[in-house]
């Protein structure tokens, strides 16, 4: 497997928020997760990656050119698919107009070519029949399309998606997975997101950050594999779990520190995760606190 | 996870780049189709199309003078270039609009490039102004009878204007990244003009993009003295100043650029000095010759027996004199209608364009003054003219005519015009065929009486043949000074007037 990305001891101060710290990573070819709480620094890593913000400390590399270099940033770039957390549009291009002039900025010229490539896009996000619709006409999943088809123009090795699944129905979701499972074939996705499930069905790696720092890097199994033992069912929420919650058959999942003779159930990346964050002193209480306590 | 290798990895061939300056073309073809298609830009330049075809057809007809047809190009593409400042400014502006920024900055084509692409977008449409500009003048070029020539830096002015605008919108952009400050922008502009054209004498009138003349006086090109190509390089190096300082903004801080914006500064300055330097006293010295001795300047052939003086543009308009006197010496009578004129072409050219002169009527025996427009009214004025000298023997005793030869003068003026109430209502100042009223012609004006025109309607319904036939029978009678109104309906055989025959005191 080929390393997309090579990054060493990245950190990025925000005033006096230390937003990156000492961040360290390694991609692949396909969908890398990158799960976390709200300020986490997902974001920024991501922006940092994107060569949207220079990193103040570390190195890294991307398709084996420095960002940190005026030149290397250009390479970066003409090799980048970038979605940002909340894309804008211009309303009053159609979805092929607004495509084709990403497609411009990304340098590509020869127009036959270019549009050739800009109705592949959109075709494989599933946009064909609407090209010419203008996007103030279009669904926000449609948009959202529009906009993975804006990154992935140009064939990018390199593709970032911050969030993309957010504000999308279930089964605008689902569509979203397919085309994202179908962009990491032969190229490296990191994927930002705060669904577990999303990581758990598309990811061969999975990242987490917790206070500007990587917390676990390994695969979703290893992820789920760090709950082994540490879920299980109760008839009362157990007051020593890290978090627990009433489900649907009227038990209570534990997640913890089982007491002795508990029911073990079998783990989630969820799980994983929640553990993942709590021993990073992160608040995993707080997350069971705001959302997932009985 | 296997072997890891790392290394540079080549864009594939469907994305193979066209390098930047290609984008920037790319970007500048989508943003021009863009722009061409935004409602204020299609409204005004439908409004300039349609009006200039409507103006074309009002104020020029044929025998238009070049050298004022090029300056009739550079007013309406204003509103064009209006359109265009707003319209390149909010499409600058529309990544910020839109909130694309933070997406679009981490894309290939630097910002300064994209900056460069709107300004080509600007410039194609000051190229599709300068086709339409063409097309307005070559349409003049071409009509019967044009004379002169024109000037390029005239031509010029217009699409350059264009340009300067829509550069200006995108500087804006780069300056105040506020939807509103271009309309202030325009506003501004608005006034701003008004200001200087109530300052129009003024060297720094110079400065704007249009500069206006007072008179309508057309001039042998020669003696024009407007700086026109000057003009056209201080606009130019100004939108080039505008456009270059816009892509400094936008982070193009390149030696390329800041060679180019210090080039763009010395052509405006060259430009802006030279322009304003006023009117040369070479100049000043050929306008006093043409205007108070022509005949230096001017070369003259004969028709027919008559003469005809014409500064050199005006050569080809010998012709269209001729038909006119020849015109006229035929409804004549007596000596009249063999005699031979001299016509002279005279100019008021000692104040240039910023004032009319009137001329003074010729005191010498059958000599007739001529302008320098044609065409339209000017032709029943030059017959009035002629009708005058071969009536009263000269222009100034014509001019000071107060009796009944009026209705002989008014008779050869119209008579052999294909419409003539519609020729007597072109010549009379207030375009009435009843009633007194002062009849133009290219010196001081004729006067008609109510009863000269009660009696010239009688003989205009009348068929040409008779009355043209009584005229020549009583040619003497009807010119001879004293005759009255009444007296001469009686020899050309209609009815006597009743309304007031009383010259102005």
């Known amino acids: 497997m080929t390393t997309t990305v090579s990054a060493s001891g990245i950190g990025l101060r925000y005033g006096g928020t230390r937003a990156l710290d000492d961040v360290s990573l390694r991609l692949t070819t396909g969908v890398t997760g990158l799960l976390g709480p709200n300020g986490a620094g997902k974001t920024t890593l991501l922006r940092v990656l994107a060569t949207a913000l220079p990193a103040d400390r570390g190195s890294f590399t991307v398709l084996g050119h420095d960002p940190g270099t005026a030149r290397g940033r250009q390479e970066v770039r003409r090799r980048l698919g970038y979605l940002p957390q909340t894309p804008g549009f211009h309303p009053d291009f159609t979805a092929f107009e607004f495509v084709d002039y990403v497609a411009i900025l990304k340098e590509m010229t020869g127009r036959a070519a270019r549009h050739r490539e800009v109705r592949r896009v959109l075709d494989e996000v599933g946009l064909a029949e609407v090209r010419g619709k203008r996007i103030r006409k279009l669904s926000g999943g449609m948009r959202q399309r529009v906009a993975l088809g804006a990154a992935l123009v140009g064939d990018p090795g390199f593709l970032v998606l911050d969030e993309p699944t957010v504000g999308l129905d279930p089964e605008q979701r689902m569509r979203f997975r397919e085309l994202i499972a179908g962009a990491g074939e032969g190229r490296t996705v990191l994927l930002s997101t705060h669904q577990t499930e999303d990581v758990a069905m598309l990811c061969h790696r999975v990242l987490v950050m917790a206070g500007g720092r990587v917390r676990f890097e390994g695969t979703p199994a290893e992820l789920t594999a760090r709950a082994a033992g540490r879920v299980w069912s109760s008839t009362e929420r157990d007051p020593g779990a890290r978090a627990g919650w009433r489900t649907g058959t009227g038990s209570f999942r534990n997640v913890g520190d089982p007491p002795d003779g508990a029911e073990l159930l079998e783990p989630t990346l969820e799980d994983g995760y929640l553990l993942t964050l709590d021993g990073a002193g992160t608040g995993a209480g707080a997350i069971a606190g705001e959302g997932v306590s009985a | ?505």
């Open chain 2, 1 to 505: 996870m296997t072997a890891v290798v790392e290394k540079p990895v080549q864009p594939s061939a469907r994305t193979e780049p066209g390098g930047a300056w290609a984008a920037v073309l790319a970007l500048a073809l989508l943003e021009t189709r863009r722009l061409l298609t935004r409602l204020p830009v299609i409204i005004a330049f439908l409004v300039y199309v349609g009006w200039t075809v409507w103006r074309d057809g009002k104020a020029w007809g044929d025998f238009p003078a070049l050298q004022d047809a090029d300056r009739a190009t550079q007013g309406a593409p204003t509103l064009v270039g209006l359109a265009v400042l707003l319209c390149v400014n909010h499409a600058a502006l529309r990544s910020r609009r839109h909130g694309t920024e933070r997406h679009f900055a981490v894309l290939v084509l630097q910002p300064w490039r994209r900056t460069v692409a709107h300004a080509l977008s600007a410039l194609a449409v000051a190229l599709l102004v300068a086709v339409c500009v063409a097309a307005q003048f070559g349409r003049e070029a071409l009509r019967p009878g044009a004379i002169g020539q024109g000037s390029v830096g005239e031509l010029l002015v217009g699409p350059l204007t264009v340009l300067l605008l829509g550069l200006a919108g995108l500087l804006i952009a780069g300056l105040v990244r506020s939807a509103l400050a271009a309309p202030l922008l325009v506003v501004f502009s608005l006034f701003l003009f008004l200001f200087f054209w109530g300052t129009s004498d003024a060297a720094n009138r110079w400065l704007l993009p249009i500069v206006t003349e007072a008179s309508s006086n057309t001039l042998p090109s020669d003696l024009m003295g407007r700086p026109a190509a000057w003009h056209a390089l201080y606009l130019a190096g100004l939108a080039l100043c505008v456009g270059l300082v816009a892509v400094l903004v936008a982070g193009g801080r390149k030696p390329l650029v800041s060679a180019g914006l210090a080039g763009a500064v010395a052509m405006t300055l060259a430009g802006g000095v030279a322009q304003t330097r006023g009117d040369s006293p070479e100049l000043v010295r050929a306008r006093e010759r043409a205007t108070v001795n022509p005949e230096q300047a001017q070369s003259c052939v004969r028709r027919d027996g008559s003469t005809y003086c014409a500064f050199p543009e005006w050569g080809p308009r010998v012709d269209d004199w001729a038909r006119v006197v020849d015109r006229v010496r035929s409804l004549a009578g007596g000596g009249a209608h063999e005699r031979d004129v001299a016509v002279r072409q005279r100019i008021e050219a000692r104040y240039g364009l910023s004032g009319d002169g009137a001329l003074a009527p010729l005191e010498r025996p059958h000599e007739v003054t001529v302008g320098t427009r044609w065409g339209g009214n000017r032709v029943p004025e030059f017959s009035a003219a002629v009708a005058g000298v071969l009536v009263a023997g000269s222009e100034k005793a014509s001019t000071s005519m107060c009796d009944g030869r009026m209705v002989t003068v008014m008779w050869l003026t119209v008579g052999w015009e294909s419409d003539p109430l519609a020729a007597l209502r072109r010549v009379r100042l207030d375009d009435s065929v009843t009633g007194s009223a002062l009849v133009l012609q290219p010196t001081d004006g004729l006067y008609m009486t109510d009863a000269q025109t009660e009696v010239l309607r009688e003989l205009l319904d009348r068929p040409r043949g008779e009355v043209t036939a009584r005229v020549k029978a009583h040619w003497d009678e009807l010119t001879a000074p004293k005759v009255t109104a009444a007296r001469a309906a009686e020899l050309l055989g209609v009815k006597a007037p009743k309304g007031d025959d009383k010259c102005l005191d």
